[in-house]
């Protein structure tokens, strides 16, 4: 599969991410209307955001500059193998200029 590149899906798909949360946590907060369930999943939620930064930016930016994450499936390979697939590299940067403007 290609990459997405129209503003409007892209938009879209971050949108229907956003409300699958929210909507996700206002049932479990309904299930269980607890402070400890409410704090639980605010850890929950920011614990996977730093993951997921580190995965998607901390990775490529200080470990790693010629590797493209995929994906978490290219994240497990990567973090237990160390291989880099010859679709993850990063292309070569242009005239000494390391700025991603496919991103």
């Not at 879209?12 to 946590?25: E, N």
């Not at 730093?50 to 930016?57: E, P, T, V």
């Not at 995929?70 to 237990?80: D, E, H, K, P, T």
Request: hydrophobic share 50%; glycine share 6%.
């Amino acid at each position: 599969m290609g990459n997405l590149r129209s503003h409007r899906l892209i938009w879209l798909k971050g949108g229907l991410f956003l409300l699958l949360a929210v909507v996700s946590a206002a049932l479990l907060l309904i299930e269980q209307p607890t402070l400890r369930v409410a704090a639980l999943l605010a850890i929950l939620v920011w614990s996977a955001c730093r993951a997921y930064y580190f995965a998607f930016y901390c990775i490529e930016k200080y470990v790693d500059a010629r590797y493209r994450f995929a994906g978490i499936g290219s994240f497990l390979r990567y973090a237990v193998t160390g291989r880099v697939e010859p679709d993850e590299l990063m292309p070569p940067a242009v005239n000494g200029d390391d700025v991603h403007t496919d991103r």
